[in-house]
């Protein structure tokens, strides 16, 4: 069947640590997107990549990176910079052009002790 | 950034009672779309409106696109526990990347047996 994985689905990180989160695809899709949702915050954009190769900052990419290698893989650095980085992380995928084509992972919970 | 309205941010019904949320823009959009999401996983779409005045119900649901496009509101009849949840509008992006999505900050609904 296909669709988007994110791993793993809860992660824990010492503050002043570095930690990927992963995110598959395996729809064919080729645009995939970064959001972080906090409680009442709705869902904010955090990167987004159209193609390969190629990534875009989205409102909030202060303290993230994010790498597009393969198109099925987009995954997501949460870097020490990133100074309030416990929330709840989704990652999508559509075709452009298609919005009712996005597809979402079930999330990553990152909390920072 | 554009924003969305979406109110209100939370309800607690009964079983059995009618929903009814809406979303709205200080900005025009062509294209409206109501995403549930269930506790711990990510946005499914519900319903997608793309013409202005558009009434389109998906079972329990219906979803209208204003006149304006400005507007959109959805309504649950007859709730059931399994619509517990957060709802989302959205509207797409076209002054963003192609296939980007704004969202609304949610309306938790929890529903009483």
């Known amino acids: 069947d296909g669709g988007i994985t994110q791993s793993p689905k809860y992660l824990f990180r010492k503050e002043g640590q570095n930690v990927t989160l992963s995110c598959e695809q395996n729809?064919?899709?080729?645009?995939m997107y970064w959001y972080r949702q906090d409680p009442g915050q709705g869902l904010r954009l955090i990167y987004y990549?159209?193609?390969?190769?190629?990534?875009q900052k989205g409102d909030i990419a202060e303290g993230y990176s994010v790498s597009r290698e393969k198109k099925e893989s987009f995954p997501l650095t949460v870097t020490s910079a990133q100074k309030n980085p416990t929330a709840f992380y989704l990652c999508?995928?559509?075709?452009?052009?298609?919005?009712?084509?996005?597809?979402f992972g079930s999330g990553t919970r990152l909390t920072v002790v | 950034g554009q924003q969305l309205n979406q109110s209100p941010q939370s309800m607690f019904i009964q079983e059995g009672e009618d929903v009814s949320m809406n979303c709205t823009s200080s900005?025009?959009?062509?294209?409206w779309l109501w995403y549930k999401q269930d506790p711990g996983e990510g946005p499914v779409l519900l319903i997608a409106l793309y013409k202005a005045g558009e009434l389109t119900s998906n079972g329990r649901l219906t979803a209208q696109f204003g006149i304006t496009r400005k507007d959109s509101f959805l309504n649950i009849s007859a709730s059931i526990p399994s619509d517990v949840g957060i709802y989302f509008c959205a509207v797409l992006n076209y002054g963003g990347s192609q296939g980007n999505l704004i969202f609304g900050k949610g309306t938790k609904l929890s529903v009483k047996p």
């Open positions: 990549s159209q193609i390969v190769n190629d990534f």
């Open positions: 999508a995928s559509t075709t452009p052009g298609t919005p009712w084509g996005y597809t």
């Open positions: 900005s025009i959009f062509n294209t």
């Open positions: 729809l064919n899709h080729d645009a």
